[in-house]
Each structure stands twice: as structure tokens, then as C-alpha cells.
């Protein structure tokens, strides 16, 4: 049995192929050594999938705009560099399943295994598929998609599961009465948590440091505040209105205890942090990214904010009042937060793990 996992460029394609790699070893009885992944040097797939055990090779594909233009041209070459690549592992190795989870590297393997009927599978993160995963549809043999907005993109695929992302057990384990005891917690305290992710976000930075300095008042709530380990320095340096009730921290490290300890959290339109928040039901404000490919985090949020879980606020429309009001509105309204958790837990997706390994053991006939 040869696996191939095809997927990179960012975390949010490379830790869903990761938990599919694991979940085939741990359910569906698929040696380790027998999974091999397919990324670039470029991405973070280089470094984040030899940590995890796993065997890698790289081809040489990249994105490029539909623009003309010298890294369009340099683009173009690098793609029909990947597709050579790509069918040379695929003929070579001959694998029994290719797996793709997103970014443009998935592209060349998919088409090549489809092309020599290898059974194949998508994993699409996000509420609006990528380029690669709409153009690769009407060729793989399953779908698996994360928000029941995608499907109406893959009406020519064979077949299309909601399975919604895979999720770190931890995730769903943790007590949200035990979580808040952690973290010295009042009954009577409101917790708030703001993130951008690992990287940070200038524009959340920003008015986060706007609020706190201008807009906060002792005891309005409790603050957990990442603003990535790039700009933690410089945020620590600007805010002058240092409370006890404020923690400003480079990075969350304990993610699953302040998720569930949160009353609210604020924070980009990730697929897999919104994930995350959903599965555990927890209210939010989202302010997307607009320096994604498709404008993937507002679809996202859109698609959360529908279904009444979460306020969203867009980049050009945020400032420290604007992000104080609307929390404020929301924290001292608890029929309002009470019906964003609700709505937030319905649409969670908390089984995600064992929807895929009931497809994949569909395709490699394992019982």
C-alpha cells in the first residue's frame, strides 16, 4: 500500500494532510513508512512534515497571476517543471491513493494520478474552493469539503462529503469549567481572546493597541492578547495602559484551555481556526485577511456569520472604538452571546475525523 499526500504552501493545507496522514496510520491500519507527501521547498511543508515522521519529496510548482508579467512567465515554467516532476513520482512509485489537501503544488499530482486511474481524493478547507480544487473536481473520484457552501463548486465530482476539517483531539477533550479554574477565571469575569496567528496581524495590532490604550476600562473583561511573535515586541512597546487583567502574550501555546475558558474570541477568517471555534461553540468576531488568494478568510467568516455565530469586521473598517464597541455590545448582551454559542456549536463539526477515514477506507477497502 503507497499513499501519496499532496498539499503545502501554508499550515492551513499542511496540518489537515498531516491529521489524514495520522488518521490513516492510527484507524485504518496504513504503516507510516508507506505515506509519502509531495510539497515544494517554499512551503512550510519542508520543515513541518519530516517533524512529523513522515517521508516528503518536492517538485518545483508555484502560484502565479493570470496577469502577464515577468513572475507570471516564471510561474508558467515552474508549473510545467512540477507537471514533469509529478508524473515521474506518479509512474515510479505507482501509489494506491493520492490525497490532496490545497495549494498549488496538489494540482500537478492530482491530474496525473487521475490521469493514470489512481483513486483520488480532495480535501478542501476553506468555504470557497481553491483555483486547484475547482479545476481538479470533475477529475478526482471523492470531495471532501469543510463548509456546505462549497458544494455547489463540486457538482461535477463523483462524489462529495461534508466531513468539515479534522481537529486535534485536545481540541474537544477539554472541560470549559476546569479550563477557566486554569486560568484564574472568575465566575463573574468575561474572558476575551485576540489572535491573528502565528505570524501576527498588523491591522488587528493596531486597533487592539488603539483599544487598550484609549478605549479600555479596568474590569470591562479579562484579555488574552497574541500578537505573533513578529510584532510582539513592538506592541508590548506602544501599550502604556498596562492592567492586570491584560495578558499579552507572543504566542498561545495552550490553545485548547483558552478556547474553551473564551466568552469571545477575535480573530482572522482561518478554515481551521474557525474550525476549531465552531466545533467547541464559541461566539467571535472575525476580521478576514484581504492578502489571501480568492479572498478564502471572508468567505469563511461570511459563511459563519449566516449562520449567527459571529460579527464580522473587514480590515478597511477597523480601528480600536469600532472593535471596543462591538465587543462591549456583545459582552454585556447575554441572550446575544448565549445564541452566538449555540448557533456556533450547531454547525460545528466535531466528528470530522472519522467522516474522512470512512471515506478513505471506502477507497483503499480496508474494513
Known amino acids: 500500500m503507497k499513499i501519496f499526500i499532496a498539499g503545502g504552501g501554508t499550515a492551513g493545507h499542511i496540518n489537515p494532510a498531516l491529521t489524514i496522514a495520522d488518521l490513516l496510520v492510527s484507524d485504518l491500519a496504513v504503516k507510516k513508512g508507506d505515506i509519502t507527501f509531495i510539497g ?68 500537478p499530482v492530482l491530474y496525473y494520478a487521475s490521469r493514470f486511474k489512481i483513486p483520488t481524493l480532495i480535501h478542501e478547507q476553506n468555504a470557497l474552493p481553491g483555483v486547484t480544487s475547482k479545476i481538479l473536481a470533475k477529475r478526482v473520484d471523492a470531495c471532501a469539503i469543510s463548509f456546505e457552501e462549497s458544494r455547489k463548486y463540486f457538482t461535477e465530482c463523483k462524489k462529495v462529503v461534508l466531513t468539515g476539517n479534522p481537529l486535534r483531539d485536545d481540541i474537544l477533550s477539554s472541560d470549559r469549567k476546569q ?41 470591562d473583561f479579562r484579555l488574552i492578547f497574541a500578537p505573533g511573535k513578529k510584532y510582539y515586541e513592538d506592541v508590548k512597546g506602544k501599550i502604556f495602559n498596562n492592567y492586570d487583567g491584560i495578558e499579552i502574550k507572543d504566542y498561545i501555546y495552550n490553545a485548547p484551555e483558552v478556547y474553551h475558558a473564551a466568552d469571545l474570541i477575535i480573530a482572522r477568517g482561518g478554515a481551521m481556526t474557525i474550525s476549531e471555534m465552531m466545533a467547541i461553540g464559541i461566539p467571535s468576531i472575525l476580521i478576514p485577511s484581504a492578502n489571501v488568494a480568492e ?61 474522512i477515514a470512512d471515506m478513505l477506507r471506502e477507497m483503499i477497502k480496508v474494513s
Do not use: W
Not at 490545497?102 to 494540482?107: A, D, K, L, N, T
Not at 484564574?184 to 487592539?208: F, Q, R, T, Y
Not at 464597541?325 to 459582552?331: A, E, G, H, V
Open 40 to 107: 515544494t521547498k517554499r512551503g512550510f511543508e519542508k520543515d513541518l512534515v519530516p517533524r512529523a515522521g513522515y517521508a516528503i519529496e518536492f517538485i518545483t510548482v508555484r502560484g502565479f497571476r493570470r496577469k502577464i508579467s515577468f513572475n507570471t512567465i516564471q510561474g508558467i515554467l515552474s508549473l510545467m517543471l512540477g507537471m514533469i516532476q509529478a508524473r515521474h513520482l506518479i509512474k515510479k512509485e505507482k501509489p494506491d491513493l493520492v490525497i490532496g489537501t490545497g495549494g498549488y503544488v496538489s494540482g
Open 179 to 219: 479550563c477557566r479554574q486554569n486560568l484564574g477565571i472568575k465566575d463573574n469575569e468575561k474572558l476575551v481572546v485576540v489572535m491573528g496567528g502565528s505570524l501576527g496581524a498588523l491591522a488587528i495590532n493596531n486597533a487592539m493597541t488603539d483599544l487598550i490604550n484609549n478605549e479600555f476600562k479596568d474590569h
Open 295 to 355: 479572498n478564502h478568510q471572508e468567505n469563511n467568516a461570511r459563511a459563519i456569520e449566516k449562520a449567527g455565530a459571529c460579527k464580522v469586521i473587514l480590515d478597511k473598517d477597523l480601528n480600536g472604538k469600532v472593535l471596543y464597541d462591538i465587543m462591549m455590545t456583545l459582552l454585556l448582551d447575554e441572550t446575544k452571546l448565549s445564541d452566538m454559542r449555540s448557533n456556533a456549536y450547531e454547525i460545528g463539526i466535531r466528528d470530522a475525523k472519522k467522516r
